[in-house]
């Protein structure tokens, strides 16, 4: 069978069975061609709480699939491969969450959305990497501090406070995302050599070194619709983030030329997933063992934190 037929016979069943698809701009092309909403991690939480239909399937990593569930209790929630997580939300634990609590009582902890529900349900408010300056701007006139806690991402963290003015103490200051923190300032100057009238656009996650030598720094959708609005001038685009985002573009923006920062720029955590897994789900919806579900004493907690963000967004 090929992958054509195998989507079209995907399509057939989540009309079928009324199953909503979610996407990251990290997954495999072939998933985002039959997701009903492919988004970064912010739109996809705005979307998830929208939902109206009784199942969910989630492509992206666990913590995403935690916030679906969290955000929609009575729904069912599933992820093709229970083993696709994200390896930088391992580096913030609820205990170390209160340890930086003891030290610093009068600040709000800030948690990025890529971190366990269980670290979620420890902090004041959320924030992805579309939203952290407004995130911790607000939070700053809120608790009327001019300093937060900030974990797990000590990039983020470091971007965050460079941006807002508003000191951001990293927790843990090691915190990092391994696809991102590969990229390093000697393949931007290298692409720059190549292409020298391209548009260079970076992630956050990115190291404080190589952010400075990009012309843009942004989450995934704010790098896609930079592309999107760019003048019909604006051909060329080096892009320093996950494989997925550029494999999106090439689609969405043909007259347009993109130019990975570097090769292999690969999360495989988020390609852990493929349309076999989804064709299994979609034929087995019953089957809790790939059900995300928060126990419900920690979704009461980390509940608030999200919404809070969603409000702020
Ligand atoms: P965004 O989609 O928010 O840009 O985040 C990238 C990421 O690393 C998700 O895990
Ligand atoms: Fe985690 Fe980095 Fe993969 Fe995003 S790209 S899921 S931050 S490891």
Known sequence: MTTKQLQEELLTLKKKNQVTILAHYYQPIEIQEIADYV???????????????????????DFMAETASIL???????????ESCCPMAAFLTPELVREFKNEYPDLPVVVYVNSTATVKAESDICCTSSNAVKVVNNIGI?????????????????????????????????????????????????MRKKFPHANLLVHPECTRKVRELADFVGSTAHMYYKVKNSSSNDIDFIIGTEIGLIQRMTQD????????????LICYNMKKHNLELIKYLLENLDDKTFEVKVPAEIAKRAIKPIEKMLDFS
Not at 45 to 61: H, M, P, R
Not at 72 to 82: A, E, G, R, S
Not at 253 to 264: A, G, H, Q, T, W
């Open 39 to 61: 988004g970064d991690s912010l739109g996809l939480s705005q979307k998830v709480s929208k939902i109206n239909s009784e199942y969910l399937i989630f492509a992206g990593v």
């Open 253 to 264: 923006f043909p007259e347009k030329n993109f130019y990975p920062v570097m090769d292999k």
């Open 142 to 190: 809120e608790f009327n501090v001019e300093s937060v806690l900030f974990g797990p991402d000590a990039n983020l963290a470091d971007y965050t406070e460079q941006i807002s003015g508003i000191r951001c103490i990293p927790m843990p200051d090691i915190g990092h995302c391994y696809v991102h923190s590969q990229i390093k300032p000697e393949h931007l100057m290298e």
């Open 72 to 82: 929609n209790q009575d729904k069912h929630v599933l992820i093709p491969n229970y």
